[in-house]
C-alpha cells in the first residue's frame, strides 16, 4: 500500500512512485530519484529552464550533491535515512542515476 503524503497545495494524495528530490549547489540542480533512469542534473548557468538533462558528463557533480542531500537528510532525522556508518567504514550508498549500475562512494 502507498503512503498518504500532504504536498505544498495541502491535498491529501498516495504515493505510487517516490518523490523526486531536488539538491541545488554551485549553478547545478540535481533531481534525484530513488528509481533507475528517473534522476537529472541541470547546469544552471547554461540552462536555466532545466531543458537539458546533463547528467551523464557529471557523475562528480551529482555524486557531490546527493552527498549533500543524504547529509542533510542525516541532519534532520528524515526516517528512512541509511545510518551513519560505523568508525572507519566506507559509506557507500546505491545512487540508481548511475549509468554503470554500481553504487558511488559517500565521503
Known amino acids: 500500500m502507498a503512503d498518504p503524503l500532504h ?7 498516495v504515493l505510487t512512485e517516490p518523490p523526486v528530490t531536488t539538491v541545488t549547489s554551485g549553478g547545478r540542480s540535481l533531481l534525484y530519484s530513488p528509481l ?4 537529472r542534473i541541470y547546469d544552471l548557468t547554461a540552462d536555466s ?12 557533480v551529482a555524486s557531490e550533491l546527493h ?6 537528510m ?4 528524515v526516517p528512512g ?5 560505523a568508525a572507519g567504514a ?10 554503470e549500475w554500481e553504487p558511488l562512494g559517500i565521503t
Open 7 to 13: 504536498s505544498v497545495d495541502n491535498l491529501l494524495r
Open 36 to 39: 533507475p533512469w528517473v534522476s
Open 49 to 60: 529552464s532545466q531543458a537539458d538533462d546533463v547528467i551523464e558528463g557529471n557523475m562528480e
Open 67 to 72: 552527498r549533500k542531500l543524504v547529509r542533510f
Open 74 to 77: 542525516r541532519e534532520s532525522n
Open 81 to 85: 535515512t541509511p545510518p551513519e556508518p
Open 90 to 99: 566506507a559509506d557507500v550508498i546505491p545512487l540508481t542515476y548511475s549509468s
